[in-house]
């Protein structure tokens, strides 16, 4: 994330944040919804490949937990990049154990809309800046103004650095932040408002970069029907089955 702080407070969103990883080198972040369920964006999860998620405890130490399957939102078709995949760039990661305590899951049915103008917060383990790839892997923040919704291939929230807008590089997310999550409130009552879907480089930059202009979300509170659902089904999931009860796309998949 560019122009992020790193995050320090035990009792913040460490406790709700994940970084995923596959074995193919993908890195993205994502959003606690259960003990065992995590929101991400769906273009995170698409390789043929084994994931596992990496949590952070109290004291920064990390630990990583295996993804046993994944369902996709049904309207999501896979595209060259995420800015033009049609549908609904959503996914949730089911775990191989619950977490613990240590963790704070974040309520999908809280979601709430975001108006022009609205200040949010900015969570993930993405890259500093563009080929920096040293700094990944590390927990940031940062605040984002929201300038309105986006009509691509699919409807977004647009957010920006406050000052800059994306007419300069400032405050956005950056590669590996995708699926991280967008909030508001503070430790103890953070509210998911949606999952990152892309970002660009700012309009003015004269360097290819996807990082420090604009951020695209999706927005949670509409689509809170569909993570109920798939949340449900994924809790009935059965590691010693090897299936899961949560179909609905052909890029769903369970661990082999």
Request: glycine share 10%.
């Amino acid at each position: 994330m560019t122009r992020g702080v790193v995050t320090q407070d035990p009792n913040g969103l460490r406790r709700s944040v994940v970084q995923i990883e596959s074995s193919r080198g993908e890195l993205c972040s994502g959003a606690v919804i259960a003990p065992d369920l995590i929101l991400t964006a769906a273009h995170c999860v698409l390789q043929r490949a084994a994931y596992r998620v990496v949590l952070v405890d109290q004291r920064f130490r990390r630990f990583a937990v295996k993804a046993v399957a994944a369902a996709m939102h049904p309207d999501f078709v896979p595209g060259t990049t995420p800015r033009n995949q049609p549908g609904i760039d959503l996914a949730i990661i089911k775990l191989a154990r619950p977490l613990g305590p240590d963790f704070t899951p974040l309520d999908p049915a809280a979601a709430s809309s975001v108006a022009p103008g609205d200040f949010v917060n900015l969570a993930g383990f993405g890259l500093s800046a563009e080929n920096r790839r040293g700094s990944a892997r590390v927990l940031r923040q940062t605040r984002l103004i929201s300038l309105g919704t986006l009509q691509v291939r699919n409807r977004v929230l647009v957010m920006a650095d406050e000052d800059r807008l994306a007419e300069t590089t400032g405050a956005g997310a950056c590669r590996g932040d995708s699926g991280g999550p967008i909030v508001r409130g503070g430790p103890g009552s953070y509210q998911l408002l949606g999952i990152v879907s892309w970002s660009s480089g700012a309009l003015k930059s004269n360097i290819p970069t996807a990082c420090g202009g604009l951020t695209a979300v999706t927005p949670v509170a509409e689509h809170e029907g569909w993570i109920a659902s798939r949340s449900d089904a994924l809790r009935r999931y059965s590691a010693e089955r090897g299936s899961s009860s949560a179909g609905g796309n052909a890029y769903d998949w369970t661990a082999r």
